[in-house]
């Protein structure tokens, strides 16, 4: 099979090979996947299911995961009664708003759900069974798409406010009473608004987490912790800028403010202030406050407006510069020039997905910074030779943190997310990083270990869940991380007499 999907030249062909095998023998799909994660990883996952969404009418084969659109409503539980199986633990929903930094593809979002259950089995061990993938469509704005004879979904408008609220409602409505407490509910790709929103009414009523404002928070964190240990310092004395304050920008500040007024006891207003975040009208300053939407509003710190993102790299200083635009080469020349001449070592995330959309590329940043850089992003790069060295793109994607931290929630039947669980998660990836990585430029663990590395995310995911009263599997098993270990699903054909 590995032989066959070598024969494809285009990416994309090789996404159509891996979606045919994972409908034909499930098995050898995951059995591929899981023994040749950094090939085949960039294949059903970004950047190419990108492509594969921003193609999606016109490869499209066969149906994948459940649709529930606006003309479902009043019959919505009735809809998710229709799939096959009974027992699921797992749930990525998106409405397509904002896939990746692509924009508004629709219903072809769905390839997003389905990517990223596949993860959730290959990276954490999570039942193929046990994972449902849902697109709510409530229409798109896209007018190619309206216009796309291919285009697989409703022809409309996107639906708002109180219609689209009722839909949402409707739907985790429906998944609580059709699954119960434990489900987990992972918000993937809706558009700002609506995914603060959502993650804020149902944060304290069901098992959800938003995977770009969280999963991601969780995953910049772990790479900024690892690179504290191996440069020396702590996060309080960095100074970070970030380009973009949608749900990443926003998710991974808040996270790492937090994180901060761990270690140090500050408060969380104080430690709010090391962070600046610029957006599309430039520095997020308090004169710009009345106007901010409400979370960007805790980053509205004092300072004179500055339009552009390199104006604000030469008055804010930062050590450490990340990119959660959505916007491609948007780390120009003169920025990372910028950053190379504040700092001897700076740390340069470029966080946008997919490859297109990257703020940087590895090259430029090794380039620009004269090898000098600490670099990670969001979509894979291949390693990139630079004078006497070769440096090795980390990828700071949220594919470390959500399968291992979905089977601590799974494995601990947890009923709530909180930060602290996202903590852990950092704190846990962080620790799997060795010297021997780091050496090499990486801020994160090779790919090919993620089971294990899964496995210990999970252990002191549950852990936390256990110490925070959240945990319903009682008592809680001795060995955390074997216990995650023995949960995990493997795909193996079963002997037969
Ligand atoms: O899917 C990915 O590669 C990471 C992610 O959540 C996003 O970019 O929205
Ligand atoms: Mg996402």
Known sequence: MLHNI?????????????MDLQERNQKLFYKLLIDNVEELLPIVYTPTVGEACQKYGSIYSRPQGVFISLKDKGKVLEVLRNWPEKNIQVIVVTDGERILGLGDLGCHGMGIPVGKLSLYTALGGIRPSACLPVT????????????????????????????????????MTAVKQNYGER???????????????????????????????????????????????????????????????GEAGTGIAELIALEISKQTNMP?????????LVDSKGLIVSSRLESLQHFKKPWAHEHEPVKELVDAVNAIKPTILIGTSGQGRTFTKEVVEAMASLNEKPIIFSLSNPTSQSECTAEEAYTWSQGRAIFASGSPFDPFEYGDNVFVPGQANNAYIFPGLGLGLIMSGAIRVHDDMLLAAAEALAGQVTQENFDKGLLYPPFKNIRKISAHIAAEVAAKAYELGLATRLPPPKDLVKYAESCMYSPAYRTYR
């Open 183 to 245: 489900i987990l509910i992972q918000f993937e790709d809706f558009a700002n608004h609506n995914a603060f929103d959502l993650l804020e009414k149902y944060g304290t009523t069901h098992l959800v987490f938003n995977d770009d404002i969280q999963g991601t928070a969780s995953v910049v964190l772990a790479g900024l912790i690892s690179a504290m240990k191996f440069l020396g310092g702590s996060l309080a004395d960095q100074r970070f800028l970030f380009l973009g304050a």
């Open 268 to 276: 969380l207003e104080e430690t709010r202030k090391k962070i600046w």
């Open 6 to 18: 070598r024969q494809y030249q285009v990416p994309l062909q090789k996404y159509m090979a891996m």
């Open 136 to 171: 709510i469509d409530v229409g798109t704005n896209n007018e190619k798409l309206l216009d796309d004879e291919f285009y697989i979904g409703l022809r409309q408008k996107r639906a708002i406010g109180q219609e689209y609220a009722e839909l949402l409602h409707e739907f």
